[in-house]
Nanobody
Framework: QVQLVESGGGWVQAGESLRLSCAAS????????MGWYRQAPGKQRELVAR??????TNYADSVKGRFTISRENTKNTILQMNSLKPEDTAVYYC????????WGQGTQVTVSS
């Protein structure tokens, strides 16, 4: 089992930055493939960024060059979000892959114009 807790969401103005953190705990060892997803009102959940065990990353086209996913340590995964836009407004979810997918409860990010 894997438990995921997100933090760092909030309200910002366009152009500002936010740093989201995902803390993982549970009965696993080593690094897990981790991802950040988001879901805006009335829209489907979409992938924002992903990082593999080996450290390879991939991003949604809409966030390339603005967002960075990284590992702070073996348990914490960070999503650094710069140059935020109103269209980035969504609930952001942390995701881990350990035999199956696990999800956090989500953290709200609101970007005003």
């Amino acid at each position: 089992q894997v438990q995921l807790v997100e933090s760092g969401g909030g309200w910002v103005q366009a152009g500002e930055s936010l740093r989201l953190s995902c803390a993982a705990s549970g009965s696993f060892f080593g690094l897990l493939p981790m991802g950040w997803y988001r879901q805006a009102p009335g829209k489907q959940r979409e992938l924002v960024a992903r990082i593999t065990r080996g450290g390879s990353t991939n991003y949604a086209d809409s966030v390339k060059g603005r967002f960075t996913i990284s590992r702070e340590n073996t348990k914490n995964t960070i999503l650094q979000m710069n140059s935020l836009k109103p269209e980035d407004t969504a609930v952001y979810y942390c995701n881990a892959d350990f035999h199956r997918e696990f999800w956090g409860q989500g953290t709200q990010v609101t970007v005003s114009s």
